[in-house]
């Protein structure tokens, strides 16, 4: 069969890719692997609880999700976080993150010095940030040198390190700088101290973060339902793309071949680069080169009288020092509203991060009974939960490592040699929600472009 542009991976930066492909007017395939469309945007709703395996709300500090939730016309169901304010784990003791954090960075001294989890010594080194001049190398530096060097050993290992493993599960001494935080480098370059940058900054109105009410899957499955002239096939692996003139043949596992203009590739980019080995074998092994790690979440249900400790905040974040079996901890019932039933309590444990993926290894009864003892020592949670859920995400976070911007370079300089092939999702340019909406949408634009003018539809 023929078709203007193939779609190859249902997640996020697929269905995107696939909706702005449709609102053009070209006829689009969308092939996924799974049964299921959405990628790690899932949730379960059952007996008035709403389960998250992966994320639960998107940045709106970055236009790609909220304006494509508006444009579905999901406005109207977008919710804040209900409470704000977490906590970080220091000598198995939490104690609330200090105000003055601004994402990374720490912005107002006055409340770090009044903070326990940084001692004396420890505080006045953030303080000396301010004396410190700007790097001027233009090399490359990992994200703990960056902030070790800025704000000390103590303030990155005990403040910035836990927050920075919440969002890339990764080591921060691999962990690029230019890649993932970009703006810190420029900063340091143009005003020195990021301490006095940022202390000033102005502060947006209302929670960055938004999710729909009924959980983020109502976001992917909108996109699904209004994907009403997109073949979307499910349970269809693309075995090889190759070269046909100026087309693109794809072959499945289901038979037969599906010739179109251009395809877009929105899987993990070892996926990717399995089905481009015969293509382009160098492409193939660059995408390779990025690394992988794998996590997963456990959700527990207690009854709100099983639980003698008091869930304050939005939950807690632990170092790599403490050396404990998670990484964070979510008080669901107390972040979202609705999201368990009067009298329920409903807690998320996250586990995995680079060097400590052996955890994983084992089964789902260990997993739950790893998240169990820490809510027991944390919330003082007794007895048997009335819910229990684990979502696995083997190789399911993308690590922006030292060298991730130069293999940018060479997977581009590739790519020109074959047009009409385009990359999207988190294993470039962004591990977010936001960030894999756009890089689909980005890839659409330029197969819409190259492909014959049709009549725009709505």
């Not at 007017?25 to 998250?52: C, H, P, W």
């Not at 080591?171 to 000033?200: H, K």
């Not at 096939?233 to 203009?261: H, K, L, P, Y």
């Not at 509203?337 to 260990?366: D, K, Q």
């Amino acid at each position: 069969m023929k078709a203007d542009v193939v779609v190859v991976g249902g997640g996020i930066a697929g269905l995107a890719a696939a909706y702005r492909l449709q609102q053009a007017g070209l006829d689009a395939v969308l092939l996924e692997r799974t049964s299921r469309i959405g990628g790690k945007l899932q949730t379960e709703r059952v007996n008035g609880f709403v389960v998250e395996a992966g994320p639960d709300s998107f940045l709106t500090t970055k236009p790609g999700a909220i304006d494509l939730a508006r444009r579905l016309g999901m406005g109207d169901e977008l919710h804040a976080p209900s409470i704000s304010g977490a906590s970080v784990m220091k000598d198995g003791r939490l104690y609330p993150l200090p105000q003055g954090l601004s994402g990374l960075v720490p912005a107002r001294l006055g409340p770090l010095l009044m903070s326990p989890v940084i001692s004396p010594a420890g505080r006045l080194r953030l303080g000396l940030e301010r004396l410190i001049p700007a790097r001027r190398s233009a090399t490359d530096e990992s994200l703990a040198g960056f902030m070790r060097r800025r704000f000390g050993r103590e303030a990155y290992g005990r403040l910035i390190e836990p927050l920075m493993s919440g969002i890339y599960a990764g080591d921060g001494d691999q962990l690029s700088l230019t890649a993932t935080f970009p703006q810190l480098r420029s900063t340091e370059m143009a005003r020195g101290s990021l301490m006095r940058a940022f202390a000033n900054r102005p502060r947006p109105a209302g929670s960055p973060f938004l999710a729909p009410q009924s959980g983020i899957a109502a976001l992917s499955e909108a996109l699904e339902a209004a994907l009403v002239r997109v073949d979307l096939r499910r349970e269809t692996t693309v075995t090889a793309i190759r070269r046909s003139g100026t087309d693109w043949v794809v072959s499945t596992d289901r038979g037969g071949e599906i010739n179109s203009q251009s395809v877009i590739l929105a899987v993990p980019a070892y996926d990717a680069a399995d089905a481009l080995t015969d293509t382009d074998s160098e492409l193939a092994a660059i995408l390779r080169l990025i690394p992988y790690v794998s996590v997963a979440t456990v959700s527990l249900a207690y009854r709100a009288s099983d639980v003698s400790e008091p869930l304050k905040g939005s939950g807690y974040v632990v170092p790599r020092r403490e050396n404990r079996p998670i990484i964070a901890a979510t008080w669901m019932s107390n972040k979202w509203a609705h999201r368990a039933p009067p009298g329920h309590v409903l807690v998320r444990a996250f586990l995995g991060r680079a060097g400590r993926e052996l955890i994983l290894e084992n089964s789902n009864e260990t997993l739950i009974d790893v998240a169990r003892a820490e809510m027991a020592q944390v919330l003082g949670a007794s007895g048997t939960p009335i819910l229990q859920r684990v979502f696995r995400f083997p190789r399911g976070m993308p690590q922006y490592n030292l060298g991730h911007t130069d293999r940018l370079r060479r997977i581009e300089r590739r790519l020109a040699q074959h047009p009409g092939l385009y990359l999207a999702g988190h294993a470039y340019r962004g591990v977010g929600i936001p960030d894999c909406i756009i890089s689909g949408e980005a890839a659409a634009v330029s197969a819409i472009e190259r492909a014959p003018a049709k009549s725009p539809t709505t």
